[in-house]
């Protein structure tokens, strides 16, 4: 079945430093991939998605790429801040995929960490 | 208002306890659904309700009972639970099914802390 492969945390990265979180996928049909972020205390908010290969997903300083060739999904984003200090989900939505009921299926998050 | 709304925010329960999750969206939306959070873990789907219609449900154990009265509510009613389903119930809703899988666009509440002694 389809899958998602984040890599494993928590990230800890000094302010400004660059960021870099892994993400790959398994899927059937011809999926489109999201990234989800959770701030402490708060439900999960998009962040951003693409949704054929070659596309590039970007939001808040934040971007990544679909790569179809590789399976992969990467966040990226050159300088990060106190403030991006969350759980971040990478996602994907096979819709054409035999699977009747198919929502989001989400990876195990990665905890990111940023000090001052 | 917010979006989606959580109640409680935290419940600590007995394995012999019945309690219920509830949750609210104020978004207009035809889809509801119920996600598990535990540790080191992916999200788990549980339920998806769309126009108060189940439309998934994800071999979850007969113990979680969901409930979807009308589009904007949605409940999660539990009994007899086990500690290893101490985790943070998530509800999201989305514009409709059919669009939530295209566009991803799902609104999630804040969650409701469970742990079962």
């Known amino acids: 079945g389809d899958s998602v492969t984040q890599m494993e945390g928590p990230v800890t990265l000094s302010e400004e430093a660059c960021l870099t979180i892994?993400?790959?996928?398994?899927?059937?049909?011809?999926?489109?991939l999201f990234w989800y972020v959770q701030y402490p205390g708060e439900g999960l908010q998009l962040l951003l998605k693409?949704?054929?290969?070659?596309d590039k997903g970007s939001n808040k300083g934040f971007e990544a790429t679909y790569r179809k060739e590789t399976t992969s999904f990467h966040l990226e984003k050159g300088s990060v801040q106190v403030s991006d200090s969350a759980v971040y989900f990478c996602?994907?939505?096979?819709?054409?995929?035999?699977?009747?009921?198919?929502?989001?299926?989400f990876g195990k998050g990665t905890t990111l960490s940023v000090s001052s | 208002e917010t979006g989606v709304t959580q109640t409680p925010r935290h419940l600590v329960m007995g394995m012999t306890n019945k309690k219920s999750l509830k949750c609210e969206q104020h978004?207009?939306?035809?889809?509801m659904y119920w996600y598990k959070q535990s540790a080191k873990k992916p999200l788990e789907l549980m339920f998806v309700?769309?126009?108060?219609?189940?439309?998934e449900n994800n071999s979850v154990p007969s113990r979680f009972s969901p409930e979807c009265p009308n589009s904007s509510h949605l409940f999660l009613h539990l009994h007899t639970l086990q500690p290893e389903d101490s985790a943070l119930y998530l509800c999201?809703?989305?514009?409709?099914?059919?669009?939530?899988?295209?566009?991803?666009?799902?609104?999630f509440g804040e969650g409701s802390r469970l742990t079962v002694l």
């Open positions: 999201a809703s989305s514009q409709d099914w059919s669009s939530g899988l295209i566009t991803g666009e799902l609104f």
């Open positions: 892994n993400c790959t996928y398994t899927a059937t049909g011809y999926p489109s």
């Open positions: 693409a949704t054929k290969a070659d």
């Open positions: 996602a994907l939505s096979d819709r054409w995929a035999n699977q009747a009921g198919t929502a989001l299926i």
């Open positions: 978004l207009g939306h035809n889809a």
């Open positions: 309700y769309s126009l108060e219609e189940r439309v």
